[in-house]
């Protein structure tokens, strides 16, 4: 495993393989390098989150995995595939939500199979299944706007899910909910990691979430990014949900985070 | 409003207006202006008339030409400019050109080119209609999320289909609006088509009614067109209210 040289003294335990390596990426825009020579592996079948100040380009790695963007150097790749675009072995959940107002529940949640052309009984079926899994039952028939901020990132994320990509992207998923939903749907999300058996990538500037809900924390340092270090944390990953904010190296591994950025933030 | 701690109905201000009308009319201050009821006589007694029906259907022929051809072609220029920034450099200034534009001295050219036909009718009411559907679809389309345009394509949509399942429908409110005021200006398209062009339809009665000095008549072919304008106008209103709700939410 080639990732930084601090992370080795956690790597205690047997890390999977690769489900998405990123190598050497870098991306300017016009003057501002946004990314330098970015290296970072993610474990397969686990939860990686992206944390780092403001302005560190986190955004703009994942969304060069997702094939939105392109990287002026290096290579991503997928299951051993190499990203040339947006591609069905990835989904991604934008920060705001970016639903279709004018569809249901149901179509949003569907969308994405939709564009791929499965037929309507069928993705409604795939659709229900997710949105019972996300907590909606009873709303399918609902519209966007007449559901809360924390419902509506739950139509999201069920249209990710529905499209059974090997590789969910998180783009600050929690960042425009509120306080109270945000912290069950941290809990819902180990839950969801357990079952679903994806990889997930979590785009987050909250130390205490990244921690909380992850198996690897690259922590990010910005102008140009880099990676900073890869926290695995060791002890609590197996305990349930409302133990883990207790657990001493959930508290160590958040000051330490915060001792590294503490300097970066203005 | 209320009055009185009475609802009453919307427009009621017109019941108003058609007694000062009246009043006016019967006063027999002018006689360009005659009784308001003497009119609606006149609308009664002309509606069905084979003169009257067939100026319904010319007029009805090139205003729906026109509005059609305006929507088919306004909205897709619309939406290709606002996604499209060569495009709209292109473009956009001849739309803000001719959006200002003193139309009606353009007639003449129209009539040297296409013919005194429906055809030049045709043209008149589509150039009086179609720049402010593409203005106002462009303007629907560049405000569309970026985000929504992302989640189209790390979905994998194609072009065609993120243009009819997304970019169209994220527009809409703008392009409704867009089509009504077009609607409305095309109404006016029609008419001055019609009395420079060749004489047809509702100008033509128009022209005819005024020259002979027919007042009522005259009026009630005017109250005719403007009872239409004003229908579809408000039907128009009433489509741009059900996807109100979700205009300010994209």
């Given at each position: ?104 529940v149901l179509?949003?949640v569907a ?12 993705r409604e079926a795939i659709a229900e299944k997710y949105i019972r899994n996300?907590?909606l039952t009873?709303?399918e ?17 069920a249209?990710?899910?529905a ?104 | ?250």
């Amino acid at each position: 495993m080639h990732q930084t040289n601090r992370s080795f003294d956690h790597l205690q335990e047997i890390v999977p393989p690769s489900a998405v390596s990123v190598r050497n990426v870098s991306k300017r825009y016009n003057d501002v390098e946004a990314l330098r020579d970015l290296s970072l592996e993610f474990p397969r079948g686990q939860l990686t989150s992206l944390l780092g100040p403001s302005g560190c380009g986190k955004t703009t790695l994942l969304k060069i995995i997702a094939g939105l963007i392109k990287a002026n150097s290096g290579d991503v790749e997928v299951n051993g595939v190499k990203v040339e675009g947006p591609g069905p072995d990835r989904a991604f959940v934008f920060q705001d939500f970016a639903l279709l107002p004018w569809a249901n529940v149901l179509r949003n949640v569907a969308f994405g199979l939709e564009l791929r052309g499965v037929a309507k009984s069928e993705r409604e079926a795939i659709a229900e299944k997710y949105i019972r899994n996300v907590g909606l039952t009873g709303f399918e028939r609902s519209y966007p706007h007449e559901l809360s901020g924390g419902m509506r990132q739950r139509v999201g994320l069920a249209r990710a899910l529905a499209v059974d990509a090997q590789v969910l992207l998180l783009d600050e998923p929690f960042s425009a909910v509120d306080e109270q939903n945000r912290r069950k749907f941290q809990e819902d999300m180990l839950a969801l990691v357990q079952n679903e058996k994806k990889t997930f990538i979590f785009v987050t500037h909250s130390i205490e979430e990244a921690v909380y809900v992850s198996d690897q924390i690259a922590v990010l340092l910005p102008r140009p990014s880099r990676v900073s270090e890869v926290i695995r944390p060791t002890s609590f990953r197996n305990k349930d949900a409302v133990n883990i904010r207790r657990d001493p190296e959930y508290l160590d591994i958040i000051d330490r985070i915060w001792a590294s950025l503490r300097n970066y933030v203005e | 409003m209320t009055v009185f701690g009475l609802r009453l109905p919307g427009m009621s201000s017109l019941i108003l207006w058609a007694l000062l009308w009246e009043v006016v009319g019967r006063s027999g201050l002018t006689f360009f202006i005659p009784p308001i009821s003497e009119v609606f006589l006149t609308l009664f007694g002309i509606i069905g008339t084979p003169a009257f029906t067939k100026a319904l259907t010319e007029t009805g022929y090139a205003f729906i030409g026109g509005v059609a051809a305006s929507i088919v072609i306004g909205i897709p220029v619309g939406i290709l400019i606002g996604k499209n920034r060569l495009l709209d450099e292109m473009i956009l200034p001849w739309v803000n050109i001719f959006l200002s534009a003193p139309l009606t001295a353009l007639v003449p050219v129209l009539m040297v080119l296409f013919g005194f036909g429906m055809t030049s009718i045709v043209i008149t009411t589509t150039l009086f209609a179609i720049w402010i559907i593409i203005l106002n679809t462009r303007a629907g389309v560049m405000q569309i999320n970026r985000s929504m345009v992302e989640m189209a394509r790390s979905f994998g949509a194609k072009p065609l289909e993120a243009f009819f399942k997304i970019y169209f429908w994220a527009a809409l409110p703008e392009i409704l609006g867009g089509v009504r005021i077009g609607v409305i200006r095309a109404v006016k398209g029609v008419i001055i088509g019609q009395l420079l062009i060749s004489i047809v339809g509702f100008g033509a009665l128009f022209e005819l009614y005024s020259s002979n000095f027919l007042m009522s008549h005259f009026w009630a072919v005017l109250i005719v067109l403007f009872g239409m304008a004003f229908s579809i106008s408000e039907f128009l209103a009433y489509l741009e209210r059900r996807v109100a709700y979700y205009a300010a939410k994209r």
